[in-house]
Nanobody
Framework: QVQLVASGGGSVQPGGSLRLSCVGC????????MGWFRQAPGKEREGVAA???????RYGDAVKGRFTISNDNAKNTLYLQMNGLKPEDTAVYYC?????????????????????WGQGTQVTVSS
C-alpha cells in the first residue's frame, strides 16, 4: 500500500523559512515524478514545485527564487525548502507522486497526472 506522509509545516513570520518533508512507503521515489501542491481556503489547488526522475525541476511563478524542491531517493524523502515566506504562502501543502509522460510546466504542476497524494501539512505565515 502506497503512503506519502508530509511533515514540517508550522507557523512563521513573514520572511521566515520552513522545510517540508514527504516520506514515502510502498513506492520507490526514483521511479516517480514528485511534486508539491498547496491549497489555501477558498482557492483552487496550486502547483508549487515538481521534480522529475532525472532531477529536472519545475516551479510555480509565485515561488520561483524562494522555494527549492529536492529529493533523497535513498531515503525515499522529498523536500521543499521555503525561504522568504509571505502571508500569501499560507496554505495546506501536499506532496504527490506519479508517472508523468508529459513534463511540460502545465502537466508537472497541474496535479491531474499524479496518482498518489499525501495528507497535507499546514503552513501559516503571519506577523
Amino acid at each position: 500500500q502506497v503512503q506519502l506522509v508530509a511533515s514540517g509545516g508550522g507557523s512563521v513570520q513573514p520572511g521566515g523559512s520552513l522545510r517540508l518533508s514527504c516520506v514515502g512507503c510502498g513506492l520507490t521515489y526514483s521511479y516517480y515524478c514528485m511534486g508539491w501542491f498547496r491549497q489555501a481556503p477558498g482557492k483552487e489547488r496550486e502547483g508549487v514545485a515538481a521534480i522529475a526522475r532525472d532531477g529536472t525541476t519545475r516551479y510555480g511563478d509565485a515561488v520561483k527564487g524562494r522555494f527549492t524542491i529536492s529529493n533523497d531517493n535513498a531515503k525515499n524523502t522529498l523536500y521543499l525548502q521555503m525561504n522568504g515566506l509571505k502571508p500569501e504562502d499560507t496554505a495546506v501543502y501536499y506532496c504527490a507522486a506519479g508517472f508523468l509522460q508529459d513534463w511540460s510546466q502545465p502537466s508537472a504542476l497541474g496535479g491531474e497526472a499524479y496518482e498518489y497524494w499525501g495528507q497535507g501539512t499546514q503552513v501559516t505565515v503571519s506577523s
